[in-house]
């Protein structure tokens, strides 16, 4: 599992680097706005996880670092990190 969330990951970064390339040397007309589109796209879904997953951030130490890698990496950074145990309510 560790293995496809990097590759994952990996890949993830290396489209945010198509897309700054893009913006760097734009390419011709059709493939421009398609690249464009997908980067909103992916760039607004990033911003909807930091969101939802806002509240499993309370814990971590360096919050702003994993939101940081959620914006960049989205769920393959959320899949990563560690579930937390809860203790057993005594009632």
């Known amino acids: 599992m ?5 590759l994952g990951k990996f890949l ?9 390339f893009n ?6 007309l059709p493939f421009n706005l398609l690249i464009n589109a997908a980067g ?6 990033h ?9 499993s951030l309370r814990g971590r130490s360096h919050r702003w670092f994993d939101r940081l890698q959620i914006l960049l990496t989205g769920i393959f950074h959320v ?13």
Request: hydrophobic share 55%.
């Open 2 to 6: 560790r293995f496809i969330l990097g």
């Open 12 to 20: 993830t970064v290396a489209f945010w680097g198509v897309v700054l």
């Open 23 to 28: 913006q760097l040397m734009p390419q011709p």
């Open 40 to 45: 909103i796209t992916l760039l607004g879904l």
């Open 47 to 55: 911003l909807l996880e930091v969101l939802f997953f806002n509240g």
């Open 79 to 91: 899949m990563s990190i560690p579930r937390v145990q809860e203790a057993p309510r005594n009632a």
